[in-house]
C-alpha cells in the first residue's frame, strides 16, 4: 500500500507518462481536445484529467455541481484528483523570512477530488461555444470570423496580416515573418476552415516564436508542433474540426515523444489567449445565439420534464447577452408557462366536478377583487 507521498507522485507521473505516449495521433488529438475543453485549468491540473479521464469535458466539485449548476453527483463515482493550492496568511515573521510583503502565499499544494458532468445528473449546464458550433458549420459564418480575426490584427496589434496568391507562397497555406513582425496568408485557399485555421496557426508562431517571444530559439520541429497545436485547439473550440490536416501536420513534426512533451505547457498559453480572442470575436459578430429548445409538443411532456424547462429557460433568460436573445427565451418561457398554467386550471377544473361539497368561491366576489 503506497503512502500519500508515494500516491501523489504516482499521480503525477502517471500524467506525465500518458503525455509521452501521445506521439499516436487519435492519442494527441484527445489530449488537445481535453486542452480545449479545460483551457482555464494549469497545464498540471490538465495532465492530471487526461491522464485519469481523457472523455472529461466539464469539471466541478462536489458542492460546485450543487449550488452553481443544481446538478447532483451520481452515487458511486470516483473522483478525479487535480492539485489544489494550500494557502496561508503570513505572519511578520513569514514574511520577514520570505522577503515578502504580501499578506498571503501558496505553502503547498493538496489533491482534491472533483467530477466530470458525466458523472451528475440534473440541469443542462450551457456553454457559449455549444452556440458557436452550430453556427461556424456554415463556411460564410467561417469566413465572417476570419475576416474579423485578420482585421482585429491588423488594427488593435502590432502584426499585420495580408495576402497573397497560394502560387507565390513557395507551396505554403500561410507564413509568419519575424523580421516584419507580418502574417501572410494564401488569398485563392478554397477551403475556408483551413484558411481561418492558418491563420491561427501563424498567429500562434507570433506570439511564440516572435523576435522578443520566450520560445523563439525552438527547433523548428518544436515550433511547427507549437503552432498546429494552437491552430487545432482553436478550431476545437469554435467546433470546426481540421483533425485530419492539423493532426497529420503534428505527426509529421513531432516525431519525437520529447518535443510532444517539451511543447505542451507552452501549447496551454497561447491556447487560452487565442480561445479568449475567438470568443469575444464570434459575440461581435453574433454567433453565440442562444440555442434552439428542441422542438417538441409541450402537450406531450410530462409535468417533470415540463418544469424542467421552464427552470432551464429562466436560467438562460438571466445569462442572455442580447435584447434578440432574451425576447426569444422569454417568447419560448410564456409557451412553457401558458402550458402550465392550462393543466393546472384542469386539474382544479376536474377536482371541483369530483368534489362537489367542497364550496366554490363566488364569482361575482371574485370579479370584485380584480382590477
Not at 53 to 61: S, V
Not at 317 to 342: G, M, R, Y
Amino acid at each position: 500500500m503506497p503512502t500519500k507521498e508515494e500516491w501523489k507522485k504516482q499521480l503525477v507521473d502517471n500524467a506525465e507518462q500518458q503525455i509521452l505516449n501521445l506521439t499516436d495521433s487519435d492519442r494527441f488529438k484527445q489530449y488537445l481536445n481535453t486542452l480545449a475543453k479545460f483551457h482555464r485549468y494549469s497545464a498540471r491540473n490538465i495532465d492530471l484529467i487526461y491522464s485519469q479521464n481523457p472523455e472529461a469535458t466539464q469539471i466541478a466539485g462536489f458542492k460546485q455541481w450543487k449550488n452553481d449548476f443544481n446538478r447532483s453527483v451520481n452515487k458511486g463515482e470516483k473522483g478525479i484528483r487535480i492539485a489544489a493550492p494550500m494557502i496561508k496568511k503570513l505572519t511578520p515573521e513569514d514574511q520577514k523570512r520570505l522577503d515578502t510583503t504580501k499578506e498571503k502565499a501558496i505553502v503547498g499544494y493538496r489533491y482534491i477530488p472533483v467530477f466530470d458532468i458525466s458523472q451528475t445528473s440534473g440541469e443542462p449546464v450551457l456553454s457559449a461555444k455549444d452556440f458557436v458550433k452550430e453556427n461556424l458549420a456554415d463556411h460564410k459564418n467561417v469566413t465572417n470570423l476570419y475576416n474579423e480575426l485578420k482585421n482585429y490584427l491588423n488594427n488593435n496589434t502590432d502584426i499585420k496580416v495580408s495576402e497573397k496568391r497560394l502560387s507565390e507562397l513557395g507551396g505554403a497555406k500561410g507564413y509568419f515573418q519575424p523580421s516584419t513582425n507580418e502574417i501572410v496568408i494564401g488569398s485563392d485557399e478554397p477551403d475556408n476552415a483551413l484558411k481561418l485555421e492558418t491563420l491561427y496557426h501563424e498567429y500562434a508562431h507570433s506570439q511564440l516564436h516572435g523576435l522578443t517571444s520566450e520560445f523563439k530559439d525552438r527547433p523548428r520541429a518544436y515550433q511547427e508542433t507549437q503552432a498546429e497545436a494552437v491552430a487545432y485547439v482553436a478550431m476545437q473550440n469554435i467546433g470546426v474540426d481540421t483533425s485530419n490536416y492539423s493532426l497529420g501536420y503534428v505527426a509529421t513534426w513531432a516525431k519525437d515523444k520529447a518535443v510532444i512533451h517539451s511543447a505542451l505547457s507552452e501549447i496551454q498559453q497561447v491556447s487560452n489567449k487565442v480561445i479568449e480572442l475567438s470568443d469575444e470575436l464570434t459575440k461581435q459578430l453574433g454567433l453565440q445565439e442562444a440555442p434552439k429548445e428542441p422542438e417538441h409538443d409541450l402537450k406531450k411532456l410530462s409535468a417533470h420534464d415540463l418544469n424542467k424547462s421552464y427552470q432551464s429557460l429562466q436560467q438562460q433568460v438571466q445569462q442572455a447577452t442580447s435584447p434578440q436573445q432574451k425576447a426569444q427565451l422569454k417568447n419560448q418561457l410564456n409557451d412553457v408557462h401558458q402550458e402550465i398554467s392550462d393543466r393546472t386550471q384542469k386539474q382544479l377544473k376536474a377536482f371541483a366536478e369530483e368534489n362537489p361539497e367542497i364550496k366554490q368561491p363566488d364569482p361575482e366576489y371574485d370579479q370584485s377583487l380584480k382590477r
